[in-house]
């Protein structure tokens, strides 16, 4: 059987889907190089855990910022050894479908497409990653239906309404999980004067950032060194601090959820107000986002079961069904 591939090539993660077998691959978007010979040491999980910890010559670098290609060789090079890991060889190509940013401009898209048919694809296709996800959250997209979606990814926030098979209203932001990263990480200069690495604010995130209020809160200790002594501290952090110092990206992707209902005709609109919004992606699982989000808008949000497969498992299923599905696509290469 022909090896088909979706590849949900994230800022953060790299998730890849094999027709006929589901979910194959789940990493950090991520890939330790030798600064000095060139060579790839390791990529996904193993890469991520050396970010901050390795020597000057080892560098693990992320090839892909705010949805975009940064670095081309490298992605390239990420992108093949996600083939190889997939089973495609010199004998075995692949027919491949990327999930990309909806904002992605013209040049970006071409990078995509050479990249990934230089890496070994034997056919590629595009497809924006608020179609993909409605498609995996079992929105009823080909009906004339109003469905929206709020993909916050590491790089990007995309909002989209989507009737009848295709876009209606759109915003997008290069805002994300990131962004919410390095917030912490200024909050944590400034007001404690202490710096923490990137794993170490993506951990203050996850144990106490929230959008909204929430039932349960609790403090955080957090080691890092201190900028005036250059010696190892900690300090104590409290969730309502940190909600104050990730509320401007926070309402960089609420502003854009407004914007897309404002954009959004009256009758889709309606619509809204019964199926709700969904929150996909792995900014999604902010606690009290969706709180906040419905707060201001008046709509009800929906957090889907599985925030971080949802635009990948929407790929594979244009995959199963590959032919009624596929003007759902963006563009097309191939040799």
Sequence with gaps: MPLDLAIDLG??????????????????????????TQDVLAMGNQAWHMIGRTPGH?????????????????????????????????FQRARVLVC????????????????????????????????????????????????????????????????????????????????????????????????????????????????????????????????????????VLEPEEIREAIAEPVQAVLHSVIQALAETPPELAQDLLEVGIHLVGGGAMLRGLDRLISRETGVPVKPVDMPLETVVLGAGRCLESFDRLRDMFMDRTSR
């Design 11 to 36: 800022t953060a993660n790299t998730l890849v889907y094999a027709r006929g077998r589901g979910i194959i691959l789940f990493e950090p978007t991520v890939i330790a190089l030798n600064s000095r």
């Design 58 to 90: 080892i560098v693990a670098v992320r090839p892909l910022r705010g949805g975009a290609i940064t670095d081309f060789e490298i992605t390239q090079r990420l992108i093949r050894l996600i083939f190889e890991r997939s089973g495609v060889n010199r």
């Design 100 to 235: 990309v940013p909806s904002g992605i401009t013209h040049v970006e898209q071409r990078a995509v497409l050479e990249a990934t048919r230089r890496a070994g694809a034997s056919q590629t296709y595009l497809i924006e990653q608020p179609m993909a996800a409605a498609i995996g959250a079992g929105l009823p997209i080909h009906e004339p239906l109003g469905s929206m979606v709020v993909d916050i990814g590491g790089g990007t926030s995309e909002v989209a309404v989507i009737s009848l098979g295709g876009i209606v209203a759109l915003r997008a932001v290069r805002v994300g999980g990131f962004d919410l990263d390095h917030a912490i990480q200024a909050h944590l200069r400034r007001v404690h004067n202490v710096a923490v690495g990137e794993r170490t604010a993506e951990e203050v995130k996850l144990a106490i950032g929230s959008a909204h209020p929430t039932p349960e809160e609790f403090k955080a200790e957090v080691r890092g060194r201190d900028l005036m002594s250059g010696m190892p501290r900690t300090v």
